[in-house]
């Protein structure tokens, strides 16, 4: 009998990796026309949506939920995890996340991480002194200040009052106030799920490379650039230290650099704490095929996205004879080398004819269950 395991991301705007995991068996079951096979699915996530869901699902645990303040003050309902092991699963995506804030309403300079704060500290209300944070997904460019508001920090003008929201508000800083600093932090071991490296100022920081798609223009990237240099200068002046080249400071607009700076945090590959709490690595070793997929297979894949991890675990199993992999993308902009360097074996555009972006969002699960069966199809005859 074979066994195929299912492993997808999240295919963002379309398709949850629950939802996208449905649509690969689908596809997959028309192909093997009656092939006795077992199905095993894994939902992935690398610390942005869909990031509770995985752990509860991988490592056991129930969901909570907690009325928080969305990126730009409007009430929220957050899901977090508690896990088997009493550890918290705190997602950034529920709380401040982009798919919170219509296109049309998105403010970069605004928008304020305060809700993931409040999910933290419902965390630390049920007792919890280990938190697990996926940052992926924000909407925010404030680097971190609203959820260490929401904390007890106190962030000061030159006239002793407090900040408003939002990373523009950064560059009027003068002074931080721990004094009410939630004393539990002390006590809290903090892991920061985080799928990319880039510093927190700079050509390559949180407001030049994701400022634009959280509403920013041109010159507000600029001057939110300059708010997030600032706050990192007063940070240094604060601890004795500089945190804004460390590798991730910049993720989710500067969460990595708070989180760091602030509570102590370790920051790590949200995928590899993903795989790890799923045992795939186990599941890998009675497996003929993985199916696997996110929504573009591009350059970012190369740098710790979900794909990476799959393939990564996939190639070391059955005393390194690996596990072949089939991924799926809403786009392919890997060549066949860069592929076969990560371990794949062929990955296939989503789209089957020339269609536009909306078509493809709308009929995501359609076109993931054809190109599953297409690709079977072709594994099938070789196998």
């Given at each position: 009998?074979?066994?195929?395991?299912?492993?997808?991301?999240?295919?963002?705007?379309?398709l949850?990796?629950?939802q996208a995991?449905?649509a690969?068996?689908?596809?997959?079951?028309?192909?093997?026309n009656?092939?006795?096979?077992?199905?095993?699915?894994?939902?992935?996530?690398?610390?942005?949506?869909?990031?509770?869901?995985?752990?509860?699902?991988?490592?056991?645990g129930t969901?909570?939920t907690v009325?928080?303040r969305g990126?730009?003050?409007?009430e929220?309902?957050a899901q977090?995890g508690?896990?088997a092991?009493?550890?918290?699963v705190?997602?950034m995506?529920?709380a401040s996340?982009l798919?919170?804030?219509?296109?049309?309403?998105?403010?970069?300079?605004?928008?304020?991480?305060?809700g993931t704060?409040?999910?933290?500290q419902?965390?630390?209300e049920?007792?919890?002194?280990?938190?697990?944070i996926?940052?992926?997904?924000?909407a925010?460019?404030?680097?971190?200040?609203?959820?260490?508001?929401?904390?007890?920090?106190?962030?000061?003008d030159?006239?002793?009052?407090?900040?408003?929201?939002?990373?523009t508000?950064?560059?009027?800083?003068?002074?931080?106030?721990?004094?009410h600093?939630?004393?539990?932090?002390?006590?809290t071991?903090?892991?920061?799920?985080?799928?990319v490296?880039?510093?927190?100022?700079?050509?390559?920081g949180a407001?030049?490379?994701y400022?634009?798609?959280?509403?920013?223009?041109?010159?507000?990237?600029e001057?939110?650039d300059?708010?997030?240099s600032?706050?990192?200068?007063?940070?240094?002046?604060?601890?004795g230290?500089?945190?804004?080249?460390?590798?991730?400071?910049?993720?989710?607009g500067?969460?990595?650099f708070?989180?760091?700076?602030?509570?102590?945090?370790?920051?790590?590959?949200?995928i590899?704490?993903v795989?790890?709490?799923?045992r795939?690595?186990?599941k890998?070793?009675?497996a003929d095929?993985v199916?696997?997929?996110?929504?573009?297979?591009?350059a970012?894949?190369?740098?710790g996205?979900?794909l990476?991890?799959?393939?990564?675990?996939?190639?070391?199993?059955?005393?390194?004879?690996?596990?072949p992999i089939?991924a799926?993308?809403?786009?392919?902009r890997?060549?066949?080398t860069?592929?076969?360097?990560l371990?794949?074996?062929a990955a296939?555009?989503?789209?089957?004819?020339p269609?536009?972006?909306q078509?493809?969002?709308?009929?995501?699960d359609?076109?993931?269950?054809?190109?599953a069966?297409?690709?079977l199809r072709?594994w099938?005859?070789?196998?």
């Amino acid at each position: 009998m074979l066994h195929i395991i299912l492993a997808p991301d999240s295919f963002k705007g379309s398709l949850s990796a629950t939802q996208a995991c449905a649509a690969l068996e689908r596809g997959a079951r028309g192909a093997l026309n009656g092939i006795e096979c077992q199905f095993t699915a894994v939902p992935l996530a690398d610390g942005g949506e869909g990031t509770v869901d995985a752990l509860l699902r991988g490592a056991g645990g129930t969901s909570q939920t907690v009325r928080v303040r969305g990126p730009l003050r409007d009430e929220v309902e957050a899901q977090w995890g508690l896990l088997a092991g009493g550890q918290a699963v705190v997602e950034m995506a529920q709380a401040s996340g982009l798919t919170l804030v219509p296109p049309e309403h998105r403010s970069a300079g605004q928008a304020s991480s305060y809700g993931t704060g409040q999910v933290i500290q419902a965390a630390l209300e049920a007792g919890c002194r280990e938190l697990l944070i996926g940052i992926g997904g924000s909407a925010t460019t404030d680097g971190g200040a609203g959820a260490l508001q929401a904390l007890g920090v106190r962030f000061l003008d030159a006239n002793g009052r407090e900040l408003p929201p939002g990373g523009t508000a950064l560059n009027q800083l003068h002074r931080i106030d721990l004094t009410h600093l939630d004393p539990r932090l002390k006590d809290t071991k903090i892991t920061v799920l985080c799928d990319v490296t880039n510093p927190l100022c700079g050509p390559d920081g949180a407001a030049f490379i994701y400022g634009p798609q959280k509403g920013a223009s041109p010159r507000e990237v600029e001057a939110l650039d300059a708010a997030l240099s600032h706050f990192a200068d007063v940070v240094e002046a604060t601890f004795g230290k500089d945190f804004r080249d460390i590798p991730g400071a910049g993720a989710a607009g500067g969460m990595g650099f708070g989180l760091m700076a602030f509570l102590g945090a370790h920051l790590t590959p949200g995928i590899n704490a993903v795989l790890e709490a799923t045992r795939f690595a186990a599941k890998l070793e009675t497996a003929d095929l993985v199916l696997t997929g996110e929504g573009s297979i591009d350059a970012q894949t190369l740098s710790g996205k979900a794909l990476a991890g799959v393939a990564d675990a996939a190639r070391q199993v059955k005393d390194g004879a690996g596990v072949p992999i089939i991924a799926f993308g809403g786009a392919v902009r890997l060549t066949g080398t860069q592929l076969q360097d990560l371990g794949i074996m062929a990955a296939l555009p989503l789209p089957d004819a020339p269609l536009s972006l909306q078509e493809c969002v709308s009929r995501a699960d359609e076109l993931l269950s054809s190109a599953a069966e297409r690709a079977l199809r072709l594994w099938i005859a070789d196998f």
